[in-house]
């Protein structure tokens, strides 16, 4: 036929002789594919539909039929007569990539369930049967797993008749753990997320009993109840803290306890070491470490590059710690150490997180570290005045040198080049998230004046003094230089202020020198439609965020703490003739403004079953 389109070549036209093209690709090329798909849907699934992939496979061979295949989503047909007809989208389950591939054709199936990788992330999340985790365990074989198990329940947890007798969550958790146990020499990711206390007791004799771990990496256990409602009241007994894996763990390098007691000394867990992140929270005083206990976890973690602290740390009393520096025990009698009063350096640190500490507590610490790798920093605190440990951290103090030993050998290596003056911690920053930090404004102007290298900011506006959004404004006066706070800045997220007074803010920075390149507003946030759309055409990105978005319950350690209030300050429209930037302290420069903010907050990620990342939003 003239001016036929051949279609011989096109790959979406069936060949006319009944032969499937695919089928000639050789079985090493499709394990390829299938793992390729696989890993592209783990990276980018959230976690509503990543926990699906347990109750998806029960070992069946039944084929997909076409409606299977429609993408996941079934549009409703025409109306029975009577009823209205619907335009809305009916969703439906959406088949995991791997148990998708597996019920395309007999040679599929084989070729997926032989790949092992397909099968090695498994996730329990409410009414997962246990025959369907089994067969994901049987595919895998001894290849490393991931596993996370999600118990938790929000408003149960707030049930106290559930609390006292959560009986089916207890059996659920029994039954997971008596599964998974047996293959605890190939754990490679264990995440444990549970409401109750007895539950997470019932978890911790389960890994007391489990035997080594020998390729376990990554530990994440959380206790809802007592991290969503810390302060509950402490047993009159406290438990006996456990001796997990059989004290053998020895590729462990991420830990995450939230409201988890365990043995923190060097025979029941000398698997804390080697860390490259460690993550505290919720931790009534006596289920803290010891001094010593934590001097020697980050003694000997070297690599360590994120370390968060909330509601947890060394124990106190602070009169009972060293007079300076960071041992890891305590004085030998006849015995001298040069080093033993010098900061411990923490050479590969880069994150840092503390929330819900007091500043004499974090007086206490911090000059006891030497952290000259710090380049981001997230701060959530309120329950104190932080006047004098924002100051600290602006001062040449909270950089201090190494010990003697370690910068002799550094200043060798160097060639004995002289060492670089110190000036301070935030100097050396490029990103910060101030969640509450309630602090005088001559504290707050100290700080900005030395984040010269700051280049991210996320302020929830809500939970701070007025000063730390006004500061950034350029300021003018008669006779006296422009004062132009952050110049590096570029990335902006903050809650807490309208869009009228960002965009002025944005304006005046610009018309400096000084352009945002990217801003991130809060939902919840007064914005025009008009200053939206100055947003977009003067950035480079603009967003609109939902509260939950910063603090949703994360993979890195749960919950951060609560914290209720508001905030009276804002920019104000007009000039401010109590702006003084003469760092003297006025009543208007005080700490007040709520510690407020509501919502709980997480720094440090590691998606499940991933590299480590840090993320600061």
């Given at each position: 036929?003239?001016?036929?389109?051949?279609?011989?070549?096109?790959?979406?036209?069936?060949?006319?002789?009944?032969?499937?093209?695919?089928?000639?690709?050789?079985?090493?090329?499709?394990?390829?594919?299938?793992?390729?798909?696989?890993?592209?849907?783990?990276?980018?699934?959230?976690?509503?539909?990543?926990?699906?992939?347990?109750?998806?496979?029960?070992?069946?061979?039944?084929?997909?039929?076409?409606?299977?295949?429609?993408?996941?989503?079934?549009?409703?047909?025409?109306?029975?007569?009577?009823?209205?007809?619907?335009?809305?989208?009916?969703?439906?389950?959406?088949?995991?990539?791997?148990?998708?591939?597996?019920?395309?054709?007999?040679?599929?199936?084989?070729?997926?369930?032989?790949?092992?990788?397909?099968?090695?992330?498994?996730?329990?999340?409410?009414?997962?049967?246990?025959?369907?985790?089994?067969?994901?365990?049987?595919?895998?074989?001894?290849?490393?797993?991931?596993?996370?198990?999600?118990?938790?329940?929000?408003?149960?947890?707030?049930?106290?008749?559930?609390?006292?007798?959560?009986?089916?969550?207890?059996?659920?958790?029994?039954?997971?753990?008596?599964?998974?146990?047996?293959?605890?020499?190939?754990?490679?990711?264990?995440?444990?997320?549970?409401?109750?206390?007895?539950?997470?007791?019932?978890?911790?004799?389960?890994?007391?009993?489990?035997?080594?771990?020998?390729?376990?990496?990554?530990?994440?256990?959380?206790?809802?109840?007592?991290?969503?409602?810390?302060?509950?009241?402490?047993?009159?007994?406290?438990?006996?803290?456990?001796?997990?894996?059989?004290?053998?763990?020895?590729?462990?390098?991420?830990?995450?306890?939230?409201?988890?007691?365990?043995?923190?000394?060097?025979?029941?867990?000398?698997?804390?070491?080697?860390?490259?992140?460690?993550?505290?929270?919720?931790?009534?005083?006596?289920?803290?470490?010891?001094?010593?206990?934590?001097?020697?976890?980050?003694?000997?973690?070297?690599?360590?590059?994120?370390?968060?602290?909330?509601?947890?740390?060394?124990?106190?009393?602070?009169?009972?710690?060293?007079?300076?520096?960071?041992?890891?025990?305590?004085?030998?009698?006849?015995?001298?150490?040069?080093?033993?009063?010098?900061?411990?350096?923490?050479?590969?640190?880069?994150?840092?997180?503390?929330?819900?500490?007091?500043?004499?507590?974090?007086?206490?610490?911090?000059?006891?570290?030497?952290?000259?790798?710090?380049?981001?920093?997230?701060?959530?605190?309120?329950?104190?005045?932080?006047?004098?440990?924002?100051?600290?951290?602006?001062?040449?103090?909270?950089?201090?040198?190494?010990?003697?030993?370690?910068?002799?050998?550094?200043?060798?290596?160097?060639?004995?080049?002289?060492?670089?003056?110190?000036?301070?911690?935030?100097?050396?920053?490029?990103?910060?998230?101030?969640?509450?930090?309630?602090?005088?404004?001559?504290?707050?102007?100290?700080?900005?004046?030395?984040?010269?290298?700051?280049?991210?900011?996320?302020?929830?506006?809500?939970?701070?003094?007025?000063w730390w959004i006004k500061l950034l404004l350029p300021r003018t006066g008669a006779g006296e230089p422009l004062l132009l706070l952050l110049p590096r800045l570029k990335d902006l997220s903050v809650s807490g202020v309208d869009g009228a007074r960002l965009r002025r803010l944005l304006e005046a920075r610009a018309a400096h020198g000084a352009p945002l390149r990217t801003l991130a507003v809060c939902k919840d946030d007064y914005v025009k439609e008009e200053d939206e759309r100055w947003?977009?055409?003067?950035?480079?990105?603009?967003?609109?965020?939902?509260?939950?978005d910063e603090t949703g319950r994360g993979g890195i350690i749960g919950e951060m703490m609560r914290f209720g209030g508001g905030w009276g300050g804002g920019l104000d429209d007009g000039d401010d003739d109590d702006d003084d930037d003469d760092g003297e302290d006025g009543d208007d420069g005080g700490p007040g403004g709520g510690h407020g903010g509501g919502g709980r907050s997480f720094v440090f990620s590691r998606s499940f079953g991933s590299d480590w990342t840090v993320t600061i939003?």
């Open positions: 036929m003239a001016g036929a389109i051949d279609l011989s070549s096109n790959p979406f036209v069936p060949p006319e002789d009944g032969r499937c093209l695919i089928n000639k690709l050789p079985s090493e090329l499709l394990v390829l594919i299938f793992t390729h798909g696989w890993a592209e849907e783990r990276e980018g699934n959230d976690d509503e539909e990543e926990f699906e992939d347990v109750a998806s496979d029960d070992g069946s061979e039944r084929s997909l039929t076409v409606g299977d295949l429609q993408g996941g989503v079934r549009f409703s047909q025409s109306p029975p007569p009577g009823q209205a007809e619907r335009t809305t989208e009916e969703k439906v389950p959406r088949l995991p990539f791997n148990v998708l591939v597996s019920h395309i054709c007999r040679r599929w199936r084989a070729v997926a369930i032989d790949n092992t990788r397909l099968w090695s992330y498994i996730q329990f999340k409410g009414p997962s049967l246990y025959h369907q985790a089994k067969t994901y365990l049987e595919r895998a074989k001894t290849t490393p797993l991931s596993i996370s198990i999600d118990r938790t329940n929000h408003s149960l947890a707030e049930d106290r008749a559930a609390i006292q007798g959560n009986v089916r969550d207890l059996a659920w958790i029994r039954n997971i753990m008596g599964l998974i146990t047996p293959h605890v020499a190939h754990w490679r990711v264990l995440q444990v997320m549970v409401s109750f206390h007895r539950e997470m007791r019932c978890v911790l004799e389960a890994l007391a009993s489990a035997g080594p771990a020998p390729l376990l990496e990554d530990l994440l256990l959380y206790d809802h109840r007592v991290s969503e409602h810390y302060l509950i009241p402490p047993p009159d007994r406290p438990e006996q803290p456990l001796r997990l894996f059989g004290a053998e763990a020895p590729r462990l390098t991420h830990v995450k306890l939230s409201g988890v007691y365990i043995r923190w000394d060097q025979e029941g867990s000398p698997f804390l070491a080697g860390l490259q992140d460690l993550q505290l929270a919720f931790h009534e005083p006596y289920a803290r470490p010891s001094f010593y206990d934590f001097a020697r976890i980050l003694r000997s973690s070297p690599d360590l590059k994120a370390l968060s602290l909330c509601v947890s740390g060394p124990a106190e009393p602070l009169s009972g710690w060293p007079a300076s520096g960071m041992p890891d025990a305590p004085p030998v009698e006849g015995e001298v150490d040069l080093d033993a009063g010098a900061p411990l350096v923490l050479p590969k640190l880069t994150a840092l997180h503390l929330a819900g500490l007091e500043q004499s507590y974090l007086l206490g610490l911090l000059p006891r570290l030497s952290l000259p790798a710090l380049t981001c920093m997230n701060l959530d605190l309120a329950e104190d005045e932080y006047t004098d440990f924002l100051r600290y951290l602006a001062s040449p103090r909270s950089l201090p040198s190494p010990p003697a030993s370690q910068l002799a050998g550094s200043a060798s290596a160097a060639g004995a080049a002289p060492a670089t003056k110190a000036r301070s911690l935030l100097s050396n920053l490029t990103s910060l998230t101030i969640e509450g930090v309630p602090a005088r404004k001559a504290a707050v102007l100290d700080a900005y004046r030395q984040l010269g290298s700051l280049t991210e900011l996320v302020l929830k506006a809500a939970s701070l003094n007025a947003f977009v055409e003067h950035l480079d990105r603009f967003e609109l965020f939902e509260e939950d939003r």
